[in-house]
């Protein structure tokens, strides 16, 4: 097994890989490294090659930390291709750990402390509990919800709960309507609602910049839309939503506070997940929810009961693991975080 480096010219290669795999992530797409560098942070994308045939991927990417310091993160990554034994997997880990520690060497001004990876779905836990890691908090989603959009439309109506398929059909007969954008002046009706959502929900989210940054990389590559549901001109729902290979994802999601009784988030995702089946996708992601027994359990109910009330099954994730460079500056860094 060798690793290997993917620059502008092997961006079609890395993006066959990556977007062959099933339910594809886009946190290891091209365009969401793309996102990162117009952010200002540097970004790796390795391969890793048995033979002639990629079986693994990871994009790196350079995080900020105060102090002038910084850590290496790898975003549902590495990405590996089913099949692959538990030993295979772990000497992708290791070589991915190394390669690590060189760009550490090489980038030395910023004073990395660690890097931070998340074993894709297909990684056995067996592959990665006997090295020298650190188990850590949950960077992404620990678990997602997904929908298989090789059913027909009439099983996914189905495996609806009830309440749900007359949510939908009450939205579509009070006359909501449902249009999809991918102009950036529908990005400011998001930002809109998606602050209201979490003053209303007591969360914080990203600043504008981050946003417009995300749109403007994404959009480029055909891989973001805005949704919106709307009701006598007036936006009651704007969503975010990405698709990449296989996958279309539901990321982001703001609500207006008023005309609640119009069902408008039931007829929207409806319309987004029919989009991504007529449109040849195979799952339609609808990012996290809250497992049981985690801290986000009670929080999150509500948010999990609706995601689960069109159907579909779980997607569990191993979760995020730091491979410290200075022992010193991350017990700092994790002394920091339990004191903000």
Not at 154 to 167: A, C, D, F, S, V
Request: hydrophobic share 35%; net charge positive; aromatic share 14%.
């Amino acid at each position: 097994m060798r690793i290997i480096e993917f620059y502008k010219e092997n961006k079609n290669m890395y993006e066959e890989f990556v977007s062959s795999q099933a339910n594809s992530p886009f946190l290891q797409s091209w365009a969401w490294g793309e996102f990162q560098q117009s952010l200002g942070r540097k970004v790796w994308r390795l391969g890793f090659k048995s033979g002639n045939q990629i079986i693994a991927t990871a994009t790196i990417i350079s995080s900020p930390l105060k102090l002038d310091k910084s850590y290496l993160y790898v975003p549902r990554g590495p990405l590996m291709m089913k099949g692959l034994n538990y030993q295979s997997q772990q000497e992708i880990i290791e070589m991915l750990l190394s390669k690590a520690r060189d760009i550490c060497y090489a980038t030395k001004k910023e004073n990395e402390i660690f890097i931070r990876i998340e074993p894709s779905e297909t990684c056995e836990e067996r592959a990665i509990i006997t090295l020298p890691i650190i188990k850590t908090k949950n960077v992404q989603p620990a678990e997602t919800w997904l929908l298989d959009l090789t059913k027909d439309e009439k099983e996914l109506i189905k495996q609806q709960k009830q309440k749900t398929r007359y949510n939908i059909k009450l939205s579509e007969k009070k006359g909501v309507k449902i249009r999809l954008s991918n102009q950036t002046k529908d990005l400011n009706k998001f930002l809109f609602l998606a602050r209201v959502t979490a003053a209303r929900a007591g969360f914080n989210i990203w600043p504008d910049n981050y946003y417009l940054k995300l749109w403007e990389s994404l959009n480029k590559e055909k891989k973001i839309s805005i949704w919106l549901a709307e009701y006598k001109n007036e936006t009651l729902v704007a969503n975010l939503v990405i698709n990449h290979g296989d996958t279309v994802t539901y990321l982001h999601g703001g609500s207006a506070n008023k005309h609640k009784e119009m069902m408008a988030p039931h007829y929207l995702q409806w319309q987004q997940i029919l989009w991504a089946k007529n449109n040849g996708y195979n799952f339609y992601d609808f990012w996290g929810i809250a497992s049981e027994g985690s801290d986000k359990e009670l929080s999150w109910q509500g948010i999990t009961r609706f995601k689960k009330s069109y159907g579909g099954f779980g997607q569990s994730y191993l979760g995020s693991y730091d491979f410290v460079f200075s022992n010193f500056w991350y017990s700092l860094y994790n002394l920091f975080k339990k004191l903000r």
